[in-house]
């Protein structure tokens, strides 16, 4: 193998990558990179069998072939190079990959016979979707926070992926038992093929990768145990599909909620934000593993929403202003401000907020988008 190809192009594919590297040592050669050169293009490629990322690079190759060094160490020396062409230069019989840089020149020891390294799954037949990459990312990024961050939860450290075919959407859903979120991802465009018979889970510590790979447009498959995505320039990623079954969610989404009133997305999230700020180092950890809790009070009354530190409403207190909600609405709830940031996060100009009467759920709505995104949030209960 021979090509030559810019430094930048080359460190962007190698970090593009990494998510889907192994750090186990269980198998040496899944801590490598596969570099395969041919056509015009240099191949970047790496997996742990659970996840797969791979990345083109533009390239100019004099000798097809493959190589497959340690990524730690061939990305840490390709990042720490300034940009400008690199020569890349495979001797098999030595079991070397040579780096060339103007008068800089490093050999890399390469793992293993690059053919045994595993291949990426073919997802030809699957059904396939297209998306525009920003929406199909947009979705991914608002939900995943309420999933489950210990993959030993199963189901619920994974992204429900539905279709829906009425609508013609691409519905997300994820859950950690105290937050439910909900959103929506139109496809441009849809083919038949075979379609998996069980629940489509795409584990939470996936979506880095996911979302590093998604640009332009980009095209969904469900291909036996995998969720396989391509956007523009061939780029590609892979992940083995969760274990389980998801729990009905559609029993847990309120329904004839009360008229909401209506907040600006940015003044909650800075308001949340100070709150996280000043209160969060206060707090032991809660709920679920690696989340903190920072409790909060929201009340509404008077065309306000009050929102103050819950066990000392001294410490912290604001006001922000509303509108809607109908005739004297009046409600008070505590809540773990680090979800309801969570929640408001992914939206931008007016958010519907519903807090509940009694014993319910927080709702936080998509004012903009006729509700095409939804996350409930458990209130904290004495």
């Keep these: 193998m021979q090509c030559k190809c810019r430094q930048s192009d080359l460190a962007n594919a190698l970090k593009k990558v990494d998510a889907a590297v192994s750090r186990k040592n269980v198998v040496p050669a899944l801590a490598g990179v596969?570099?395969?050169?041919?056509?015009?293009?240099?191949?970047?490629?790496?997996t742990d069998l659970d996840v797969g990322v791979e990345v083109f690079v533009p390239a100019e190759v004099s000798s097809p072939g493959q190589a497959l060094p340690l990524h730690k160490t061939?990305?840490?020396?390709?990042?720490?190079?300034?940009?400008g062409e690199v020569e890349l230069t495979a001797d098999a019989a030595a079991n070397r990959l040579t780096l060339v840089q103007e008068k800089r020149r490093y050999a890399f020891d390469l793992l293993a016979e690059p053919e045994i390294f595993p291949a990426f799954p073919d997802a030809g037949r699957s059904e396939a979707f297209a998306f525009a990459a920003d929406a199909l990312a947009w979705a991914v990024r608002s939900v995943s926070p309420a999933a489950a961050?210990?993959?030993?939860?199963?189901?619920?450290a994974c992204v429900l992926l539905e279709k829906d075919a009425e609508k013609e959407v691409l519905r997300l859903v994820a859950t950690d038992r105290q937050r439910l979120a909900v959103a929506e991802a139109p496809w441009a465009g849809h083919a038949d093929g075979e379609a998996p018979?069980?629940?489509?889970?795409?584990?939470?510590?996936?979506?880095?990768?996911?979302?590093?790979?998604?640009?332009?447009?980009?095209?969904?498959?469900?291909?036996?145990?995998?969720?396989?995505?391509?956007?523009?320039?061939g780029d590609g990623f892979f992940a083995r599909m969760g274990a389980g079954a998801f729990p009905n969610y559609r029993l847990v989404l309120p329904r004839d909620l009360p008229e909401p009133v209506k907040v600006d997305a940015e003044t909650l999230k800075n308001v949340l934000e100070r709150a996280r700020l000043l209160l969060e180092d206060q707090n032991e950890s809660f709920g679920t593993v690696g989340k903190k809790y920072v409790p909060v009070k929201l009340e509404i009354m008077s065309s306000v929403l009050t929102v103050t530190a819950l066990k000392d409403p001294s410490v912290f207190r604001e006001e922000i202003p509303i509108s809607g909600g109908g005739p004297g609405v009046e409600a008070a709830v505590a809540a773990n401000a680090l979800f309801l940031l969570d929640a408001v996060r992914p939206?931008?100009?007016?958010?519907?907020?519903n807090l509940p009467a009694g014993r319910g759920l927080i709702v936080v709505r998509d004012a903009a988008n006729d509700c095409t995104y939804t996350h409930a949030v458990a209130p904290i209960t004495a």
């Design 74 to 83: 061939f990305k840490g020396l390709v990042a720490s190079l300034p940009d």
């Design 197 to 233: 018979a069980n629940d489509v889970l795409l584990p939470v510590v996936s979506t880095k990768a996911l979302l590093d790979v998604l640009s332009g447009k980009a095209e969904l498959r469900f291909s036996g145990n995998f969720v396989v995505a391509r956007a523009d320039g």
């Design 347 to 353: 939206l931008d100009g007016e958010v519907f907020l």
């Design 149 to 156: 961050v210990d993959p030993l939860q199963g189901a619920f």
């Design 34 to 46: 596969l570099l395969e050169a041919g056509e015009g293009k240099l191949r970047v490629y790496a």
